[in-house]
Every structure is written in C-alpha cells, then in structure tokens.
C-alpha cells in the first residue's frame, strides 16, 4: 500500500456537510459525483497529499444509510492507494484478511475499488483503490 488515499465521512446532508468541511479547510470541494451501484453522492476535498471523501446516500438502501442509521455520521472508512488492487487483494487474501469485494469495481474519483471486512481489520473498514489509466 503506498498512502492513505482517502477517510471516507458518512454524511446526512452534503450540502451542509460541503459548506461545514469548506469551511474547516478554507476551500471549496474539487469534485462532486453520484456513484449509481453505490447509491451515493461523493464531495471530495483535498488535504495535503490526500484526501477527505463525504458520501451521502441517494437511497434508504445504500450502505451508507443503513451506517448512518446505526452508527450516525461519522468516519465510514479509510481508503489506501495501491499500484495494483488484483495482487493486494490476492496477498490479503492469503493474510487471512476477509475480501468483501472479491473483483474491483469502479468507484468515484477514477478509481477502482475494493473492500476488506471490518470483522478482519479491528472493527475498521478498509478500501483499496487504484487509479484507472485510461
């Protein structure tokens, strides 16, 4: 793994949540998207070197509103960067780590994704991602 790419923030309302972190960083999101098979909007800011995801759900049934309805807003997930997410997860895999995410899939912010279970990484869960090269 080769940085903390992203923490991922659960979020109720990403226009409030837009203004409160524009604030907090004293700049505006460089990007806002829907990812439609996660059922969520993303806002992503820039801090340093990496990132700060806010991801509000577009449906009661998108992981983030069932999180949101257990736990509230709050940090959801952080993500790592990887060169390649096929053999980090298949080295994972052998670590005993619990792939949620067996085959990537595209996520926001040009990237392929995928998850590691909370149950196997302390209660926390953990994304790959990988910048698509187009």
């Known amino acids: ?20 972190f524009s604030s907090l960083f004293n ?5 806002q998207e829907a990812v439609e098979s996660e059922h969520v909007i993303t806002s992503f800011f820039e ?12 449906n009661e049934s ?22 390649d997410i096929h053999t980090e997860l298949e080295r994972l895999e052998k670590e005993g780590f619990q792939i949620i995410t067996k085959e990537p ?18 209660g926390v869960l953990i994304e790959l991602c990988q910048e698509i090269k187009e």
């Open 105 to 122: 899939k595209k996520g926001a912010d040009n990237k392929l994704v995928a998850f590691l279970h909370p149950k196997s990484t302390n």
């Open 47 to 58: 801090t340093g070197e990496s990132k700060i995801e806010l991801l509000q759900a577009t």
């Open 62 to 83: 998108s992981a983030i509103a069932k999180f949101i309805d257990k736990k509230g807003e709050g940090i959801h997930h952080i993500a790592f960067d990887v060169t």
């Open 27 to 31: 700049k505006q999101p460089y990007k």
């Open 1 to 20: 793994m080769n940085k903390i790419e992203h923490i991922g923030i659960a979020v109720k309302d990403i226009e409030k949540s837009n203004a409160l």
